[in-house]
């Protein structure tokens, strides 16, 4: 399990879950975990401690919704356990791709960051709602609303992780 992995094989395993640096390393620091409750509940108290720029690192780690490309070709190193978070996107059709697309662009002007859901389940016009609700926010509620995406991204991951070194 990940208390039996090095220092750096560990920061490697957190990486695939979270790509803020500080994160990673805070919870390497945090070994060993009792049980997989405590791993899961440390995850979370340790995010709570994210600055800002902490949550920006983290939200570079993603592909924009919507451009499964970007998901294959950049951070390659979250493939195996984030294969699955945009497969709800894979079904859309073109005309809410598109939409989606230019939604994500408006987002990322407005805010400095890309859009960030937790996609697990959740279809393209599920998302693309999303992210219309999401956008006449100010940049502050975004940075908290994809903070706490992001943490339910983190939990999957960790979730899944826990099972594929089980």
Not at 30 to 39: A, E, T
Not at 68 to 89: D, I, P
Not at 142 to 166: D, F, V, Y
Request: glycine letters at 4%.
């Amino acid at each position: 399990m990940l208390n039996k992995l090095t220092k750096e094989q560990a920061i490697d395993a957190f990486m695939q879950c979270n790509t803020s640096h500080r994160w990673c390393e805070r919870m390497e620091q945090s070994r060993p975990f009792s049980d997989s409750q405590s791993l899961l509940e440390k995850a979370d108290e340790v995010w709570a401690l994210s600055t800002k720029a902490d949550l920006l690192e983290a939200f570079e780690g993603h592909p924009e919704i919507g451009n499964v490309s970007s998901l294959r070709e950049k951070y390659r190193n979250t493939e195996k356990l984030a294969g699955h978070e945009q497969s709800g996107v894979n079904t859309a059709n073109e005309d809410t791709l598109q939409v989606l697309a230019q939604g994500n662009n408006d987002y990322k002007d407005k805010f400095g960051f890309i859009f960030i859901v937790c996609a697990t389940g959740k279809s393209a016009e599920e998302m693309l709602q999303l992210l219309q609700q999401r956008l006449p926010n100010s940049r502050n509620e975004e940075l908290e609303n994809a903070a706490e995406e992001q943490r339910k991204i983190t939990q999957i991951r960790l979730k899944k992780l826990l099972e594929e070194k089980a």
